[in-house]
């Protein structure tokens, strides 16, 4: 029977070593959140002349995080499982990436109409085509980008010895947030000078 050591993976479970992985990268990612705030509050003119985007913002960051954590999830699962390459000729990868992309059209192009709608009756019109390119447009940057991120934080903790499940989803969330906020921002810039 082997000793409990650096090689047992029950090892990972010890309150000590998740607060010693997790600790570091949780403070860091609130260091990178107050950034999403400083930016929001440097654009402040544009989202009051523009209050419809103001529906926008909350809805455009979370779900950039979402998909972006629905994608690590699978991610994980299938590393954990072993099946998981990263190959770029890997089909089952793809057609997540695809799946996350289509979702991604999907739902940031119900969330333009809707923004639309509510911005109809509560806050100064925008003109739908406006919004309908602002919302598709960033939400599928921003999509892009949580693909992208959370292949890259997978193979990071993947290749660090880290579990995944633990690494990948918040760092994904987080960086999205404050991304989303940047990539909004720029797009509304964009469409509405």
């Not at 949580?146 to 918040?170: F, H, K, N, Q």
Request: proline share 5%.
């Amino acid at each position: 029977m082997a000793a409990a050591g650096a090689d047992d993976p029950h090892d990972t479970w010890t309150i000590r070593h998740i607060v010693g992985t997790m600790f570091p990268i949780l403070i860091g990612l609130s260091m990178l959140e107050m950034g999403s705030g400083y930016v929001l509050s440097e654009l402040e003119e544009t989202y009051l002349a523009n209050p419809t985007l103001l529906v926008l913002v909350p809805v455009m960051i979370g779900m950039g995080g979402n998909l972006g954590a629905i994608l690590s999830s699978r991610l994980s699962t299938r590393l954990h499982l072993g099946v998981l390459e990263f190959d770029p000729r890997d089909e089952v990868l793809w057609t997540n990436i695809l799946a996350i992309l289509g979702l991604a059209a999907t739902v940031f192009s119900a969330l333009g109409v809707t923004a639309w709608v509510v911005g109809q009756v509560i806050a100064q019109p925008m003109p739908l085509a406006d919004l309908m390119i602002i919302s598709v447009v960033s939400g599928m940057v921003l999509a892009a980008i949580a693909v992208v991120l959370s292949l890259a934080a997978t193979y990071v903790s993947y290749t660090r010895g880290l579990d995944p499940d633990d690494t990948t989803i918040p760092v994904v969330t987080n960086v999205c947030d404050i991304l989303g906020v940047i990539v909004l921002s720029g797009v509304a810039i964009v469409v509405l000078n």
